[in-house]
């Protein structure tokens, strides 16, 4: 049977929205495939605490520590991964869809996809190119905490994961331009450079052995809240693991996994900072409710997360009932 307009108008995939200056650069909404590791560790830091040439250690219980160190590449700040290189490995994952663990793009085309807000071409452009230096830089080394698929465990033995395995900058002067053409620009601003980069080894291992959940790329940039957009990645592993239609969790242990600061001086700023989140998510449709309670302490306070119906799967990964005991700064801090 032949559709009519008006279906084929209710049928028809929602658009990205994206800035202006970026228009034209972003195909219809699409799911990505988020790896469970970057789901459950604390890696983009989310506050303004991190400074240059600071590493961060997270201590866990059973002896367990993850430590993230800060690439040496002047070019990338020499400061570990913050939230906005969150949005830039997101559109590196879109590309990995279309071109696997080997991509070729330009930063315009990665700040399109990341869906960011443009104030000044020129800024964004620095520091998307950070971001990319940060995630082809920045060592993060765990002892029994990164998941391996293919073995469906954690690994015991002292790993260190870069997310990015390379990154190479070419001038565009390097190329014809046929080959610059199949690079889209804004406003046609001319390419200043190519960007060749892979994905490291146990990212693209796992997701090829389903070590992932899918998620909707226009729901998760549409998240505007960092904090917000990084408890949605855990709750949706979360409760596919316990299979319930709720899901209460301390908050301590989730500013361990966000991650935000926890110390006493800042317990009861990161509780605001959590409900906030909280509040954006329910707005947005992505929970039904929440519940925060403390009924001694606040740092005992708890939030229970509410759905509208359980969520029947999703792989145990070992990550989920452990706790962030301590974190200790290498370098220094403000």
Known sequence: MKK???????????????????????????????????????LFWRDNLIIKNMAKRYN??????????PSADPESGEKIPQEYDEKVFIAIMRLFNRQG??????I????ALAGVKIKSMDVMYARTRESLLRLEGSSIKGK???????????????????????????????????????????QGRKIKEVVFLELSDLLVKNIEKKGYLNFDVEKLLGIENGTARKIYLLIEKWRGWEKTDS?????????????????????SGTLKVIERAAQELKKKGIIAGYRMTSEKLVKDTE????????????????????????????????
């Open 4 to 42: 009519t307009s008006e279906q084929q108008k209710k049928a028809a995939p929602k658009k990205t929205r994206v800035p202006k200056e970026l228009a034209g650069l972003v195909t219809n909404t699409e799911t990505i495939k988020y790896e469970f590791n970057m789901i459950e560790l604390p």
């Open 60 to 69: 866990y219980n059973e002896g367990l520590f993850l430590e993230i160190a």
């Open 101 to 106: 663990r080997k991509i070729e793009t330009t």
């Open 108 to 111: 315009p085309e990665l700040m």
């Open 144 to 186: 029994g905490l990164l998941y391996d698929a293919d073995k469906g465990n954690r690994i015991d033995a002292v790993e260190d994961l870069r997310v990015l395995k390379s990154l190479l900058f070419i001038g565009a002067e390097s190329f014809s331009e046929k080959t610059l053409a199949k690079f889209s620009s804004p």
């Open 247 to 267: 899901l209460k969790r301390s908050c301590r242990m989730l500013a361990g996994r966000i991650p935000l600061s926890w110390e006493d001086k800042s317990v």
């Open 303 to 334: 939030i229970e997360f509410i759905f509208k119906e359980a969520k029947k799967e999703s792989r145990s990964t070992g990550h989920e009932d452990l706790q962030i005991t301590g974190v200790k700064y290498k370098g220094r801090k403000k």
